[in-house]
């Protein structure tokens, strides 16, 4: 059961990293990030591939992911400056797929849809429950700090020219502001975070497929950062843990419920979530802890 | 001069805009451009702040050729201007409004952010002060912590021309300050604008408001179909039968029959 808690607890922090770096993106910059599963696959590949072909030391291949993560977010926020936002969403849209199609189909690099495998976790030597409550600390100790990191921003001049742009972008530049640099650090930045959060999730599980990195990765993001309050850093780590407790959750459901098949019910979880979302949506659009609108 | 434009020509699709507007701005001067609705003044001020790209002509600022330059290049040069409808930052409140516009703040770099807080909040101290001086001087005190999204069109009008002085312009460029302002803040903001003149800057104001402008202004340059028709005292401006002419058709412009 420790076991459990402690499995569940990382991937819930795994996902707070992945919130975060959205927050900064859409919460505080407004821009529509639907390729965000895209940086977790580079950061989780390119830690897998350091550390088992390269033989990196894991921290290394750690910092390498999110430096990675955040350099290839580059040319994205280049195309972002000149598009609209609901176009920009399709471009990164389409960036996440790319990068799994090259994860499928590079085998020399990837080994396509057969993965990367036993790549390495610290702490791998301890006995079972403690080498989990041991990453489970580290997951925890990197989410604190980028919590702390994105709130920094979002309380200084920077988040505030960033909030400045997403209200109204010709506004920001006739007051002298460079658009482009700001949306483009506030994308690297979030990038650089679900870099993190994809090389954590590699040394955990162990193993990398191209299918683990599915656009619907993106959208449960998204789901909790609009659940918690986009803006808001507490609002994203409490929506995206209501999340993982409801989908985890629910799983137990079945022995609460009689008459209904497990593949009837997993239909039902995501018809859950969806009136979840839309109940959110209409009678509180900011989010659990989000300010309000005017 | 400060500003100097010179045959400026626009097209949008297949129509003239602007056919060889032009503007002199001295300083320490209020500079009305006034003309019927489409005659091109909104965009004429575009193309001085650079929002829009001339086809043809040069813009001097400072002496300077800015005609290349982008919009954000224009407000580090002390000429910032305001749009006809408010762009107020409207999830922020009114103070962090004015604390979005000055250059050159050291948190605004990420690193600064996360290692020199300090020196960041030491930067803040002397920007707020800065910005309450700006707000009594607008009398936006009952809405300094309010979100700009709430105020009324009035103060939204104002707010965007405190925004804009904490960038501490040489030259403003106003669109429409007046427009969807009552009467009483009208003579208020007036004041106001006098007040700037004495501290030395000069004014480009588009205004439809007759009164602001005959108040206000040193010197008019009315505007019809893209071209700069007259320019001169609005006294004179206004008794100038093309004026006339321009605002209410031939036959009512006519002095015959006045």
């Known amino acids: ?294 | 001069m400060l500003l100097e434009a010179d045959d400026i020509h626009k097209r949008f699709g297949g129509i003239k805009v602007l056919v060889g507007a032009w503007l002199k701005v001295p300083e320490r001067r209020i500079i009305g451009i006034i003309g019927p609705n489409g005659a091109g003044k909104s965009t004429f001020l575009a193309v001085l702040s650079k929002f829009i790209e001339p086809e043809r002509g040069r813009i001097t600022l400072f002496g300077c050729n800015i005609t290349p330059a982008k919009p954000y290049q224009i407000a580090r040069r002390e000429m910032v201007r305001t749009f006809q409808v408010p762009r107020e930052f409207g999830r922020l409140t009114v103070l962090q409004n004015l604390l979005v516009a000055p250059k050159n703040q050291a948190g605004e770099s990420v690193f600064s952010a996360w290692l020199r807080w300090s020196r960041v909040q030491a930067q803040e101290r002397l920007l707020a002060e800065k910005a309450d001086e700006v707000i009594e001087f607008l009398n936006l005190e009952t809405v300094r912590n309010l979100p700009a999204g709430q105020l009324s069109g009035g103060q939204k009008k104002l707010l965007e021309l405190g925004r804009a002085l904490m960038l501490n312009p040489r030259l403003l460029l106003l669109d429409e300050p007046f427009s969807g302002v009552n009467p009483v803040l009208i003579d208020q903001i007036i004041e106001r604008l006098f007040e700037l003149r004495d501290r030395g800057l000069s004014l480009v104001v588009v205004e439809h408001n007759m009164y602001a402008v005959q108040t206000l202004c040193d010197e008019v340059f009315v505007m019809a179909e893209g071209r700069i028709l007259t320019h001169g005292e609005p006294r004179a401006v206004f008794n100038d039968a093309r004026v006339l002419e321009a605002y209410l058709g031939k036959d009512y412009g006519s002095p015959a029959q006045n």
């Open chain 1, 1 to 294: 059961m420790t076991a459990y808690l402690a499995a569940m607890l990382i991937l819930a922090g795994i996902y707070c990293l992945l919130a975060l770096g959205l927050n900064l993106q859409w919460g505080y910059t407004g821009l529509i990030n639907f390729g965000h599963v895209g940086f977790f696959a580079i950061g989780a590949y390119t830690s897998a591939l350091l550390t088992t072909q390269l033989a990196w030391p894991i921290p290394a291949g750690f910092l390498a992911a999110l430096i990675l993560a955040g350099a290839s977010a580059y040319p994205l926020g280049l195309v972002s400056i000149r598009l609209r936002t609901d176009y920009l969403a399709i471009v990164t849209l389409g960036f996440s797929e790319v990068v799994r199609a090259v994860l499928v189909n590079e085998r020399w690099l990837t080994k396509g849809t057969q993965g990367l495998s036993y790549i390495p976790r610290p702490f791998g030597q301890l006995p079972t429950g403690l080498s989990e409550i041991a990453y489970l600390a580290l997951v925890l100790g990197v989410s604190g700090a980028a919590f702390w990191m994105v709130r920094r921003l979002g309380r200084s001049p920077f988040g505030r020219t960033l909030e400045a742009i997403r209200e109204n972008e010709e506004a920001a530049q006739s007051l002298g502001k460079y658009v482009a640099s700001f949306k483009i650090r506030s994308f690297v930045i979030g990038a650089a975070i679900a870099g993190a959060a994809g090389a954590l999730y590699a040394h955990y599980i162990n193993y990398v497929v191209p299918e683990q990195f599915l656009p619907l990765v993106t959208f449960y993001v998204w789901m909790a950062v609009i659940l918690g309050g986009s803006g808001s850093n507490r609002g994203v780590i409490l929506g995206t843990l209501v999340l993982m407790l409801f989908l985890e959750g629910s799983r137990f459901a079945k022995d609460f419920i009689p008459f209904v098949s497990d593949v009837k019910l997993a239909a039902l979880r995501f018809m859950a979530v969806g009136l979840g979302l839309i109940l959110v949506l209409l009678y509180r659009p900011q989010g659990i802890l989000g300010r309000k609108d005017i």
